[in-house]
């Protein structure tokens, strides 16, 4: 009986080490992404709050190169404006993502770049061997609200985004672990996780009105 009671425990005691080690790392692994998402929460939450830090716009003509003033058969149009596309970004331009549309009417080939916090605008015209490239962003208060939201912002910040929150449920969830291990403060721990779901519960009604 003693031995098993040892045992029991030597594998709560094992637990435990783990359940605090997981805690404190997952805490310090996604510190400065919780403080970032903290902040800009609270940014968000006040839309007026408005900073025009960093902001930019611009409108440039650009002389098209003469590999791209001749619109391609059918079969090379993607490779072409994937082309143009790098030359441009050679010139400058941001972007997270684009798309194109071409008027044949018009000889235009219109290319929509967009970033967090900014986008671009290139009119290709075909006809006067030029571009119209239009550029616009929005500020660094903007960036980062964009990027809390994960908008226009790549598959890797969107990974980004996932994995703190799941590093920040294991913060939660080993914190619950710990704290239920510990009789003296588990009462008030207890209350307090009651107390915020409250919250949580009466906001959402007031804000039924």
């Known amino acids: 009986m003693q031995a098993k009671n040892s045992v029991a425990k030597k594998k709560n005691a094992a637990v435990g080490r783990m359940m605090r080690a997981l805690h404190t790392y997952s805490a310090m692994w996604v510190l400065l992404l919780l403080v970032f998402f903290s902040i800009t929460g609270i940014t968000l939450n006040h839309?007026?709050?408005?900073?025009?830090?960093?902001?930019?716009q611009s409108l440039t003509i650009l002389p098209l190169p003469a590999a791209f003033q001749t619109w391609p058969v059918e079969s090379e149009q993607a490779h072409y404006a994937a082309n143009l596309v790098a030359w441009l970004q050679q010139q400058g331009v941001k972007a997270v993502s684009w798309q194109s549309r071409y008027e044949p009417d018009e000889q235009t080939l219109e290319l929509?770049?967009?970033?967090?916090?900014?986008?671009?605008?290139?009119?290709?015209?075909l006809n006067r061997a030029e571009v119209e490239l239009e550029q616009q962003f929005s500020g660094y208060l903007a960036l980062a609200n964009d990027l809390h939201k994960g908008r226009d912002s790549g598959l890797a910040w969107k990974w980004l985004i996932d994995i703190t929150a799941i590093a920040c449920l294991l913060f939660a969830i080993t914190g619950f672990y710990l704290l239920l291990k510990m009789p003296s403060k588990k009462s008030a721990g207890n209350a307090l996780a009651v107390l915020g779901g409250l919250m949580a519960l009466l906001a959402y009604l007031i804000a039924l009105h």
Request: net charge positive; no cysteine; aromatic share 16%.
């Open 47 to 56: 839309p007026t709050w408005q900073s025009k830090w960093g902001a930019q």
């Open 112 to 125: 929509s770049f967009k970033r967090p916090a900014g986008f671009a605008v290139a009119l290709v015209d």
